[in-house]
């Protein structure tokens, strides 16, 4: 794997770190094919049971490096391409992983780095921490999700704000707002996310992936389909070990021991 990400274990929980601190983690074609590999890792491993994506040194990433781009009259990347294929399959896979990912974010999360954050299920940030959509500062609309996220999180008069005008918010303001899931002090992300990752580990992760795939579902299902879905689902999970054990403790008054089948 390339030097571009850090990969780490801790029994059930995998660690992906972005891994060009020099560069605010900017994305080149090397990172993303690193990246996929660890999350083909995290896929095709049962022992594995939770994510953490994060970036290494003082922000979690700042989208793309134009460093790694073309800007040759006649011979410019095309952006398109670039996106088609590295970040969308990429949002489509963390959206998709049938495990919790949980996003760490210290520091800077601009342009496409904003949005691979929001593509995760649960985002901790520390207060130092910044998002930003970069995009119309260069000319550029919002991808890797963000016209997508933004509106459904925040309302379309903010996702007009952040995206227009371009505008940096703070962790805080993020988590007020309902774009993450919460903001903690500085000193105590790193606690604070490795007890979340603990936890979700535990957990029946075919009902969390099943819980990923029904809320995702919503954004463009009508009721009557979201009803049908969550009729399957149920159905699905009702025959597997973790309903059993999950019933048992609760009537022998134990905690459970879920294995994720």
């Known amino acids: 794997m390339s030097d571009t990400i850090e990969f780490t274990r801790d029994a059930a929980v995998a660690r992906i770190a972005l891994n060009r601190p020099e560069k605010l ?19 095709s491993d049962d022992s594995i049971r939770a994510v953490v994506l994060t970036g290494n040194g003082r922000g979690f990433c700042a ?7 073309s800007f040759e009259p006649g011979k410019m990347t095309d952006l398109g ?3 088609d294929d590295n970040f ?3 949002i489509r896979r963390l959206q998709a992983l049938p495990k919790p990912v949980i996003g760490r974010v210290r520091g800077a999360a601009a342009g496409a780095g904003a949005n691979l954050a929001l593509a995760c299920d649960l985002v901790i940030a520390s207060r130092n921490a910044s998002f930003l959509q970069a995009f119309v500062h260069i000319g550029l609309v919002p991808d ?32 007020h707002w309902g774009l993450i899931w919460r903001c903690v002090d500085d000193e105590a992300l790193d606690t604070e996310v490795d007890a979340l990752a603990r936890r ?11 819980i990923k795939r029904a809320i995702h579902a919503a954004a463009t299902n009508g009721l009557s389909a979201q009803l049908d879905l969550e ?14 054990e999950g019933v048992n403790a609760f009537l022998q008054k134990r905690p459970p021991k879920f294995e994720g089948r």
């Open 63 to 69: 989208g793309q490096d134009l460093a790694d781009l």
């Open 200 to 210: 979700m580990a535990a957990m029946p992760t075919r009902a969390l992936a099943a």
């Open 81 to 83: 391409a670039l996106i």
């Open 25 to 43: 983690n900017s994305f080149t074609r090397e990172m993303h094919a690193a990246l996929r590999a660890a999350l083909d890792t995290c896929e």
């Open 144 to 175: 890797s999700g963000g016209t997508f996220f933004l509106p459904h999180r925040v309302g379309v008069a903010r996702a007009m704000g952040l995206a227009m005008l371009g505008e940096k918010i703070s962790g805080e303001q993020a988590a």
């Open 231 to 244: 009729r399957d689902l149920q159905s699905e999970l009702g025959a597997g070990h973790d309903y059993a």
């Open 88 to 90: 969308n399959p990429l």
